[in-house]
């Protein structure tokens, strides 16, 4: 007996809507992902903990009529070191860094760096993967959200970001030019870190891992993408293989213009890429890689969402689904919710990936 799902949706003008399934949110992902076919666009848009600050249950309303296919293991991490750096003040984490927030519910950033000389990079303590995650509770948690039979996430941090975080932004910027035997040596050192902290991972009940690190600004890479490949595919490719050899799948994200190094993703088997798609170009990327890998568009958080009506949001949206979305599969909804973001148009977003979500598509 096949299973029928039944979701009720209360559109923008209070009227009711139905909609009819017989995927669960796990398996909705999984086909969007691998192009074979999903009933609708999934959902895994989020907010920022600022933004529940601001609108609290409000906010959470919204995600009651839109249901997420994702499961939120975030209220588990209490030992989560990058989820302490949305608190306000400072405070230490377990790799010796000391960050600072005066704006609470916003990303912080480090003040001091416990490597920022590389001379002692032989002698320094790598924590472990258990004093970052709580893996025994991440355990628990993640057989209660199975009942919920959602799409599971792991998280496998951040690899550049936490070199600049040790290091110095400036510093780690200097060393990937000079290629210098101590910046090696850290680098040699995170990657197996990272890779056991991956392992940790993959031993429980997840489906994929998301990574995240920002190579972008707003004209384009941080650094020559000739060195990115020297020194940094390696490293994700390493990372990438261990995932998928235990058959889960790869998410990326990245701010800024990193157009370049998008087929190098591809090619190092990143499935889910989450880019800004309007920074980067809509129809450029679109042209490139619309079929090939499953996009999260991040919707414009500088513009679009704070300050744009919501009938330009919905547009925008169908616009998306258009580009990436017309191929069995490959795009799911990922927009980011800011304590800048009106309410309303939250609802937007979330309202028109359902609305022209739906397939097969019908984007009239």
Same mark, same amino acid.
């Given at each position: 007996? &096949?299973? #029928? ?38 959902? =895994?848009?989020?907010?920022?903990? @600022? ?7 409000? !906010? ?10 994702? $499961? ?9 070191? !990058? !989820? ?10 377990? /790799? ?66 936490? %070199?600049?975080?040790?290091? @110095?932004?400036?510093? +780690? %910027? #200097?060393?990937? +030019? ?27 009940? #997840? ?7 920002? /190579? ?38 990245? *701010? ?16 889910? %890429?989450?880019? &800004?798609?309007?920074? #980067?170009?809509? *129809?450029? %990327?679109?042209?490139?890689? $619309? =079929? ?32 990436? =979305? *017309?191929?069995? @599969?490959?795009?799911?909804?990922? @927009? ?9 148009? $939250? ?18």
């Amino acid at each position: 007996m &096949q299973l #029928i799902n039944y979701y009720l949706y209360i559109s923008k003008n209070n009227k009711l809507f139905i909609q009819v399934s017989n995927l669960d949110p796990q398996e909705r992902v999984i086909k969007a992902v691998e192009f074979k076919g999903p009933d609708k666009i999934p959902n =895994g848009c989020y907010h920022l903990p @600022g933004a529940l600050n601001r609108y609290g249950d409000k !906010l959470l309303s919204l995600y009651r009529r839109y249901p997420r296919d994702f $499961a939120d293991l975030y209220h588990w991490w209490h030992a989560s070191e !990058l !989820l302490k750096a949305y608190e306000a003040g400072t405070f230490k984490d377990a /790799w010796g860094c000391v960050w600072i927030n005066i704006h609470p519910g916003l990303f912080g950033r480090v003040k001091e760096y416990p490597l920022k000389d590389l001379s002692n990079v032989d002698s320094y303590e790598f924590p472990a993967p258990d004093e970052l995650i709580d893996f025994n509770s991440m355990r628990k948690a993640i057989k209660e959200e199975r009942k919920e039979k959602k799409y599971i996430l792991g998280d496998g941090e951040n690899f550049f970001e936490r %070199l600049h975080w040790l290091h @110095g932004f400036t510093e +780690t %910027l #200097i060393d990937i +030019t000079k290629e210098n035997r101590e910046f090696k040596t850290l680098m040699e050192r995170m990657l197996k870190f990272k890779l056991e902290f991956i392992e940790r991972w993959l031993e429980l009940d #997840i489906d994929g891992i998301y990574f995240l690190d920002d /190579w972008g600004t707003m004209k384009g890479l941080m650094i020559n993408p000739e060195k990115w490949r020297k020194l940094f595919k390696p490293c994700y490719k390493a990372m990438f293989d261990k995932v998928h050899k235990k058959g889960c799948h790869v998410f990326f994200h990245s *701010d800024g213009k990193v157009l370049e190094i998008i087929p190098d993703l591809v090619e190092i088997g990143v499935d889910a %890429l989450n880019v &800004q798609v309007s920074l #980067i170009g809509v *129809d450029l %990327l679109a042209e490139k890689f $619309a =079929g090939k890998i499953c996009i999260l568009p991040d919707i414009d958080r500088q513009h679009l969402l704070p300050f744009g009506k919501p009938r330009e949001i919905e547009e925008h949206i169908k616009y998306l689904i258009k580009k990436f =979305g *017309d191929f069995n @599969g490959g795009i799911i909804s990922w @927009g980011e919710i800011g304590p800048d973001v009106p309410l309303e148009n $939250a609802e937007a977003m979330l309202y028109a990936f359902e609305k022209y979500g739906q397939y097969p598509l019908n984007l009239q």
